[in-house]
């Protein structure tokens, strides 16, 4: 069974870090490209960071660039996103998805809760 498992996230003060995974099972990482979403209460999903398959390209929004870091672990088959700096305006879901050869994967995580608060 194909699963993406996100976790890592939780409560934080703002000028925070967290990281969160994105670790697989049923399918090898490498071969995909995968990003980083979010949802925040009342708001649609919002592209946030994405790492291609090919040459580990990394891609970030405006919102999180220099604060965010994406990176892939192969050996551990999972994709992190280092946040650092975390403001109130991150508090989200983050969820991952898997895309290969521009197809998403019909496949959901349960997410993981962001709360960035003092």
């Known amino acids: 069974q194909v699963q993406l498992v996100e976790s890592g996230g939780g409560l934080v003060q703002p000028g925070g870090s967290l990281r969160l995974s994105c670790a697989a099972s049923g399918i090898d990482l490498k071969y995909y490209a995968i990003a980083w979403f979010r949802q925040a209460p009342g708001k649609g999903p919002e592209g946030v960071s994405s790492?291609?398959?090919?040459?580990?390209?990394?891609a970030y929004a405006d919102s999180v660039k220099g604060r965010f870091t994406i990176s892939r672990d192969k050996a551990t088959n999972t994709v992190y996103l280092q946040m650092n700096d975390l403001k109130p305006e991150d508090t989200a879901v983050y969820y991952c998805?898997?895309?290969?050869?521009?197809?998403?994967?019909?496949?959901w995580g349960q997410g993981t809760q962001v709360l960035v608060s003092s």
């Open positions: 998805r898997a895309s290969f050869n521009g197809n998403w994967l019909n496949i």
């Open positions: 790492i291609s398959s090919s040459d580990g390209s990394t």
